[in-house]
């Protein structure tokens, strides 16, 4: 399994938007919505920000939001916030019963 | 409120084995599909293996035929058997599950530490 890809970071100032891009193949991101988010903030655990492409769990803000377009997927992040700052990595189903896990995204907040 | 705690990791020698648990408290482990995932020093997460509430397993290539997922209902424990250990595997382990679906996780552990060195 290929690690899907993602830009290694991208930053925005507080109240701005950003969008993390996630790309895959036919054969993961695009044959399935099977596609979830995750927040890493260092030396705590990983929180789920969305699964199936575009649901988000209670007590995730509508700040986040996920969207596929062919073999990439997007999270997007509105209202920039201080705390939003962190690492960004998508998963998604990659056939024959395995998953694959994008290589990250470096979140800044400027 | 769902509470995973990983636990057995350690320094052990290239070709040794280990196996590391993840506890649950506030779920039964048999209603969840459970997976190990890792992260290497300075390095992205990567996908492990995966329990299925039916017992069915599968791994990623990379520790396919060394490393077993088993779970213990009695003990409301996931297991992570691994053997013919390398150095590559260093990494930080998370239990991490969700009781509807195996495609992601709404509940993570804190992470055990495993070194692989001579």
């Known amino acids: 399994q290929s690690a899907l890809t993602q830009p290694r970071s991208v930053s925005g100032s507080p109240g701005q938007s950003v969008t993390i891009s996630c790309t895959g193949t036919?054969?993961?991101?695009?044959?399935?919505?099977?596609v979830s988010w995750y927040q890493h903030h260092p030396g705590r655990a990983p929180k789920l920000m969305i699964y199936?492409?575009?649901k988000r769990p209670s007590g995730v803000p509508d700040r986040f939001s996920g969207s596929k377009s062919g073999n990439t997927a997007s999270l997007t992040i509105s209202g920039l916030q201080a705390d939003d700052e962190a690492d960004y990595y998508c998963?998604?189903?990659?056939?024959?019963?395995?998953?694959?896990f994008g290589g990250g995204t470096k979140l800044t907040v400027l | 409120e769902v509470h995973l705690v990983e636990s057995g990791g350690d320094l052990v020698q290239p070709g040794g084995s280990l196996r590391l648990s993840c506890t649950a408290s506030?779920?039964?482990?048999?209603?969840?599909?459970m997976s190990w995932v890792r992260q290497a020093p300075g390095k992205g997460l990567e996908w492990v293996s995966v329990?299925?509430?039916?017992?069915?397993?599968y791994n990623a290539d990379s520790v396919r035929g060394r490393f077993t997922t088993s779970r213990d209902n009695s003990k409301n424990t996931v297991y992570l058997q691994m053997n013919s250990l390398r150095v590559e595997d260093t990494a930080m382990y998370y239990c991490?599950?969700?009781?509807?679906?195996?495609?992601?996780?709404?509940?993570w552990g804190q992470g055990t530490l495993v070194t692989v060195s001579a």
């Open positions: 991490a599950g969700d009781p509807d679906s195996s495609s992601c996780f709404s509940s």
């Open positions: 506030g779920v039964s482990v048999s209603s969840y599909y």
């Open positions: 329990i299925y509430i039916g017992d069915n397993t």
């Open positions: 036919s054969s993961d991101v695009g044959g399935f919505n099977y």
């Open positions: 199936e492409v575009t």
């Open positions: 998963y998604s189903y990659a056939d024959s019963f395995t998953w694959v």
